[in-house]
């Protein structure tokens, strides 16, 4: 469903991600790990084009899309979560998800949709903001909201853009272990309802141990390993460059 092939960028002589390969199944909820600076985050911005890659190629779908530009992909079904700085504070809830809705739904072909626009967008809006428990705070205005809830809030606009493939950059960062463990379970059951395939950076393990059907571990920007969760945890060369240090976690 997303694939990378020789996925390279570079920062002057420094090789942030280097030598890439990705091939995330369509329904997989792959998570992407590592130490700090392993290149994940680039990884990302090298699969959404937010950055130019500097060599090899990314598919989506079976196709190339190496060169489409940033700003085409998520009509295509590829997303990747807002950030919570481009949350419009001043809005209501629904009013964020409603703003992403219909800018979706402006496209070429969809004049009869834009005519009725503001009345399937509210639909949706609503039906998204119960999938992430914000139904109740859908009048209130998105400053008011505590982080997590700002981060679900991110979440429900991703979603009112329909992806196919959504990818999730730390969304518990921030939260305590309650909040962590309600996220995480939210996002699970996205993955079924919506149909949809996930890409999650996350630091916190026992979530990753817990919903990934694989794991993609990232080390001086290069993969060392891929695998389902048990498979990771066994794998000695992950422990000795990541997990040594955090084996009471696992
Ligand atoms: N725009 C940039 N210019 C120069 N170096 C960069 C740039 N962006 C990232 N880097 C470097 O690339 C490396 C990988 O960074 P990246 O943020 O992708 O790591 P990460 O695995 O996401 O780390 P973290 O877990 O801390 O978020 C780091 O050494 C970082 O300093």
């Known amino acids: 469903m997303l694939g990378a092939r020789g996925l390279t960028k570079s920062f002057g002589g420094f090789v942030a991600v280097d030598g890439v390969d ?8 792959r998570s992407i790990i ?7 985050t680039t ?6 084009n937010a950055l130019t890659p500097s060599g090899g190629q990314v598919y989506f779908g079976g196709e190339e899309i190496t060169d489409v530009p940033q700003h085409e992909r998520p009509h295509m079904g590829l997303v990747r979560s807002f950030q919570s700085n481009q949350l419009f504070e ?3 809830v629904l009013e964020n998800v409603r703003i992403v809705a219909q800018t979706i739904e402006q496209g070429p072909f969809s004049f009869d949709l834009f005519r009725t626009g503001r009345r ?16 109740e705070q859908a009048h209130e205005s998105a ?10 809030l991110t979440i429900a606009m991703s979603l009112a853009t329909d992806p196919s493939v959504l990818l999730l950059d730390e969304p518990t960062s921030g939260m305590g272990p309650t909040e962590t463990e309600e996220t995480a379970a939210m996002i699970e059951s996205l993955q079924s309802e919506y149909d949809l395939t996930l890409v999650l950076i996350e630091h916190d393990m ?9 794991i993609t571990v990232l080390n001086r920007g290069q993969v060392l390993a891929t695998g389902p969760p048990d498979e990771i945890q066994a794998n000695d060369a992950v422990q000795t460059a ?9």
């Open 22 to 29: 990705l091939a995330v199944q369509e329904g997989e909820l």
């Open 34 to 40: 590592g130490p700090n600076g392993a290149g994940k």
């Open 43 to 48: 990884l990302f911005n090298v699969l959404t």
């Open 90 to 92: 001043e809005q209501t």
């Open 120 to 135: 399937v967008a509210e639909e949706d809006a609503y039906e998204i903001l119960e999938r992430v428990g914000l139904a």
């Open 143 to 152: 400053a008011n909201l505590s982080h997590g809830d700002q981060r679900r």
């Open 206 to 214: 026992s979530i990753v141990l817990s919903m990934s059907d694989r």
């Open 242 to 250: 990541y997990l040594g240090g955090m084996e009471d976690e696992l």
